[in-house]
């Protein structure tokens, strides 16, 4: 059987990961050769984080990834609307925050 995964970014490299984990080769098929340029950031809930601990890379993200300990809600003018303490033993998983040119690095490259 093959498998083509057709897309280049964190899903897709996400997917080809997974079935490499079992066992499978899928072919990767993407738009650009190169990672995306950019400084956009990610915030990655508890069970985003144990999705890609699962997929090997708990010690990369431990390097690359700031833990999220307080989630606040604002308004429009900056007013807070709520408060949310996280524990760093989260059932699912740590909430994160880090660059998603890392992250996609971190997928390609592993």
């Not at 950019?38 to 699962?54: I, K, N, Q, V, W």
């Not at 999220?68 to 303490?85: C, K, P, Y």
Request: glycine share 10%.
């Amino acid at each position: 059987m093959r498998i083509m995964i057709v897309s280049g970014g964190i899903a897709g490299l996400a997917m080809v990961r997974a079935l490499e984990q079992q066992g499978f080769g899928p072919d990767l098929i993407k738009r650009k050769a190169d990672a995306p340029q950019g400084s956009t950031g990610f915030y990655l809930p508890g069970y985003a984080a144990r999705a890609l601990h699962e997929l090997g890379l708990r010690d990369s993200l431990s390097t690359m990834a700031a833990p999220i300990e307080t989630q606040r809600i604002l308004d429009n003018r900056g007013a807070e609307l709520s408060v949310t303490r996280l524990p760093g033993n989260l059932v699912v998983g740590p909430c994160l925050a880090l660059a998603r040119e890392a992250l996609h690095a971190t997928l390609l490259n592993s």
